[in-house]
């Protein structure tokens, strides 16, 4: 792609092209496709265990519909041995001696079997239809709520580590093909018990046509999963990438940066963006056809080259007597319907393999998540917490060179409000999450009234905390749960409209069109938007409306104007005398209420004190407080 511009320094100056997207390439356990060294004998000794997996999801959601799914497999394979047993009694009558009347006489009864077995074998299959349509939704909500659940209860510090959100989109795709799991295990059932059915009448035929059949079908099913097999890997190469497009087409689309995307002039880059990385994906899909290809030919020809001698062994067989012409009949039959058995039983065989394939992936995401979903003890936190105090606490981000918070010791008590500023990147953020127990410390100690948090029930810490992070979420849920979190405190929204009173949001909520009932989420048919200061109210009105003890404001007044500032600052002094207070900021003004300021550099407290003592220590404070001014 070329791109030229006219600058003002040089007449029709080339410009470069914009960069493709970046090469996504990993190392170590994760970077391996788990399939490249795996046989094709393991991998067809994993379907036991595929089926036996697919068994209990099935038994944990819809006992009756897999009692009913297997009963009809049951019927369907003995309808099938009926039907076949049956013909071949019709045959021997139709093709006997006698008169044609004589002949249909007496292979009517057996015939009239064949019909009712045959009825049979249809209700039974649209009733495993009716099974199937009632066991697949509720696997796909089990399986998506299970990983949305792994995903939301996993350590905090689990986001940062290699491969997390790569192993996470395969997992994606694992829920999305549970829709095909029963349908793959019903279908390679069936054809299983139709196979061995029909396989025993083949074989009491002739011994020998059965060993034949299987020559036939075999090529079909070794080149069926050997195709699944590039398949996977071409979508393990895909990974990465799939990922990277999937976030940058949600941040591409979403109408809350459209502005920055069109004032920007960034479409056009955009679009070739997307374009690019879609490309490359689809090169690699490209790049498998041909291999898929030779797979399927030769599987074909091979199978094709058995199928002619198991049709001339039976031509033979007939032509030199050594089985009856009504038997030769018969066999023409049993052994189109064995081949059709087989074939399904390879075909949906290889299904079932190639759907288990990405379903491992999400097994071993949810295996993953569980060892690190928290783990660290089941003491309680008192409703009223007098003290927090921080040990010589280091955490270092996987991954990093040098800890984000090195060595802090800090004591915070009820009723005082503490600052944290310092620059970009000094470790004010991630101190607030070792504080909360969102992060848990690699050496030290944080302790709640002398409760180490690492010995904490997680979720009774975060009972007792209110936090508005520095990057927020704009919720598409009514104006009412973006205060409450959907957890009221109340029948009626007295409460609730006290925050909205204490965020000067009541004007704001009251022109809403359904006030507390509707919806913040423009995008949906019914929505309502608010501003970027607005928003930031409601996520202030959030830690106010869940009176903790501990209260943290990342940055709360950021996109506030000032009187929607100065109303946020007046609650936070109102209510401090009951909690522990902690606000970081870079407005430094704003720091003038804290009862105390840590200055922090470098994951280091370097100075701590009064607004006052700090501005006229000449340390770090003091500069910043002078470069706020020469403005």
């Known amino acids: 792609m070329q791109v030229t511009v006219t600058d003002t320094s040089t007449d029709n100056a080339e410009t470069p092209p914009p960069p493709p997207p970046a090469t996504i390439s990993f190392e170590g356990k994760f970077g391996k496709n788990p399939l490249a060294d795996a046989g094709f004998g393991a991998m067809c000794r994993r379907l036991p265990s595929v089926l036996l997996h697919t068994a209990r999801m099935a038994w944990a959601v819809d006992r009756p519909g897999v009692v009913l799914l297997l009963a009809c497999q049951l019927l369907t394979g003995t309808a099938a041995a009926v039907v076949l047993t049956f013909t071949a009694q019709a045959m021997t009558h139709i093709l006997g001696t006698g008169t044609v009347s004589e002949r249909l006489h007496a292979a009517l009864p057996a015939l009239i079997v064949v019909t009712a077995a045959a009825a049979i074998g249809r209700v039974s299959g649209a009733l495993s239809s009716y099974a199937d349509g009632r ?13 949305v659940t792994a995903v939301c209860r996993v350590e905090s510090s689990a986001y940062g580590e290699d491969g997390f959100a790569d192993r996470q989109e395969a997992a994606e795709i694992g829920v999305t093909r549970t829709r095909l799991m029963v349908q793959d295990a019903q279908r390679f059932m069936s054809a299983l018990i139709r196979m061995i059915a029909a396989s025993g009448v083949v074989t009491t035929l002739h011994p020998l046509l059965l060993p034949l059949l299987l020559l036939a079908v075999l090529p079909a099913g070794a080149g069926a999963v050997l195709s699944a097999r590039v398949d996977y890997e071409t979508h393990y190469l895909n990974l990465g990438d799939r990922n990277v497009r999937s976030m940058m087409r949600w941040w591409a689309t979403y109408s809350r940066f459209g502005d920055e995307v069109r004032a920007n002039g960034m479409t056009g880059y955009l679009t070739y ?24 030919l030769g599987a074909g020809a091979l199978g094709g080259t058995f199928l002619l001698c198991t049709w001339s062994t039976l031509a033979w067989l007939a032509a030199t007597g050594r089985i009856a012409l009504p038997v030769a009949a018969t066999a023409v039959i049993a052994v189109q319907t064995t081949l059709a058995a087989l074939s399904q039983f390879v075909i949906h065989g290889a299904a079932l393999f190639h759907t288990s394939l990405y379903l491992a992936d999400m097994r071993s995401f949810l295996d993953m998540a569980q060892e690190r979903a928290p783990r660290r003890g089941e003491s309680a936190i008192p409703e009223r917490v007098d003290q927090i105090r921080l040990d010589e606490v280091v955490f270092q981000y996987p991954g990093k060179e040098e800890p984000a918070v090195a060595g802090v010791s800090l004591t915070l008590r009820r ?195 009064t607004y006052e003592d700090l501005a006229n220590a000449g340390g770090l404070f003091a500069e910043l407080v002078s470069l706020s001014q020469d403005r």
């Not at 374009?275 to 041909?290: E, F, G, K």
């Not at 003890?549 to 007046?570: C, V, Y």
Request: hydrophobic fraction near 45%.
């Open 135 to 147: 066991i697949t939704p509720l696997l796909m909500t089990e399986a998506d709520v299970a990983l």
């Open 415 to 609: 009723g005082e409000i503490l600052a944290v500023v310092g620059e970009n990147g000094s470790g004010k953020s991630t101190l607030t999450k070792l504080i909360t127990g969102i992060l848990l410390a690699d050496k030290g100690r944080v302790l709640w009234d002398d409760i180490d948090l690492a010995q904490a029930d997680p979720d009774a810490v975060w009972n007792r905390t209110a936090l508005v992070p520095q990057n927020f979420a704009c919720w598409p849920l009514r104006a009412r749960e973006n205060i409450t979190l959907g957890q009221p405190r109340t029948h009626d929204d007295g409460p609730v409209w006290d925050v909205v009173d204490a965020v000067g949001m009541r004007e704001a909520i009251e022109r809403l069109p359904q006030r507390l009932d509707t919806l913040l989420a423009k995008e949906l048919w019914g929505g309502a938007e608010l501003s970027g200061g607005q928003w930031q109210r409601l996520a202030c009105g959030r830690v106010l409306y869940r009176e903790t003890p501990l209260l943290i404001l990342d940055e709360p007044t950021s996109q506030m104007d000032a009187r929607g500032e100065h109303a946020i600052f007046l609650e936070i002094k109102r209510i401090a005398a009951e909690r522990m207070t902690i606000v970081v900021t870079h407005q430094l003004e704003n720091t003038k209420l804290a009862d105390r300021i840590l200055v922090m550099d470098q994951g280091r407290v370097i100075e701590q004190g």
């Open 273 to 296: 963006w997307y374009r690019a990385l879609s490309d490359r994906i689809d090169q690699r899909t490209l790049t498998a056809a041909p291999r898929m290809l030779h797979i399927t």
